[in-house]
């Protein structure tokens, strides 16, 4: 056999183990055709008081909506069609629209005004913040040890980041932040850190940076978990800062493995320091506003393509 047949055998025995693997995508209903349940506000809480229908109504929504310490619930009832098979809820503070004009432009824009939630005065160091995000639990659960790839695809634009009370506020307690995480989670019922987790995040804008730092520490926004977010830049050289739209092309999964090793070097999860105890278990993605903000972003193409 000489040179070139070899190479060319080589090269088809690693064109087959690619095929023989198998490649699925993790998110379910990822383009937001079915909807959200509506869960109330209380923070960490999830009690469904409606559901809010996406353009494919007949199907139930596998995706819920948290508004955590919002004083204006959405109201299912508000539900409007506009033109161009978009549906559009919204009230004072915040609005929900699905689609867009453009066919195939949006899949999802989420839409909050904290300015008017808070109301005359704003919010002060130690207090909830409000929440507009969108979550879901994995039905399979992708475990680290059996991937080869976790390939995130985003595409996401900001609309508008205004803050009508800039000169009142500090950057250490006041922002406005849309970020995408993810839950590393031990999914072993025979471990004894069973349910145990870190939450790994891909920061998608801050008003405070062009391109958020990193962030390697604990949760002190109520769960007490580990929470593992490389710098924006890590992402994407874009930055939404710039009103333009973003891409998001990364396989996270060395990435999670990092998040892990790191959460058990400064003591989290340590029921098990077995990887192949941990899945990627859930996600959710939105805005958090700490600060008195009028922002707008649009979402789209968003997908997590396993390699098994």
């Not at 095929?19 to 209903?29: M, P, T, V, Y």
């Not at 161009?84 to 915040?94: R, S, T, Y």
């Not at 994407?236 to 058990?264: C, R, Y």
Request: net charge negative; hydrophobic share 40%.
């Amino acid at each position: 056999m000489n040179l070139i047949q070899s190479i060319a055998t080589l090269l088809l025995v690693f064109s087959l183990a690619r095929a023989s693997g198998r490649e699925r995508e993790l998110i379910n209903d990822a383009h937001f055709q079915r909807g959200f349940i509506l869960w109330k506000t209380e923070p960490g809480q999830h009690v469904c008081y409606g559901t809010l229908a996406g353009p494919n109504a007949k199907d139930e929504p596998v995706w819920g909506l948290s508004q955590w310490d919002s004083r204006f619930p959405l109201n299912p009832a508000n539900q409007k069609a506009l033109p161009g098979d978009v549906l559009l809820c919204e009230n004072p503070a915040k609005s929900i629209v699905f689609g867009s004009v453009e066919k195939g432009s949006v899949d999802l824009t989420l839409a909050a005004n904290s300015d008017i939630e808070y109301g005359p005065q704003i919010r002060k160091a130690g207090t909830p913040w409000v929440h507009l995000i969108v979550e879901q639990e994995f039905k399979s659960p992708a475990f680290l040890e059996k991937l080869s790839a976790a390939t995130l695809h985003l595409e996401a634009r900001l609309v508008r980041s205004r803050n009508p009370r800039e000169t009142e506020q500090s950057p250490g307690i006041h922002a406005a932040q849309f970020q995408l995480f993810f839950t590393v989670q031990n999914r072993n019922r025979q471990s004894p850190g069973f349910g145990d987790l870190l939450w790994f995040g891909i920061p998608i804008y801050d008003n405070r940076d062009r391109f958020a730092p990193e962030f390697k520490s604990q949760d002190f926004g109520g769960t007490g978990k580990f929470i593992f977010t490389p710098g924006a830049r890590t992402f994407s050289p874009e930055s939404t800062h710039d009103g333009q739209w973003v891409h998001i092309e990364k396989d996270l999964l060395p990435l999670m493995h990092q998040a892990l090793q790191t959460a058990w070097t400064k003591g989290f999860l340590q029921g098990s320091k077995i990887p192949a105890d941990y899945a990627i278990g859930g996600m959710n993605m939105g805005w958090e506003l700490p600060g008195s903000f009028d922002v707008s972003m649009e979402i789209r193409a968003l997908s997590l393509s396993l390699s098994e």
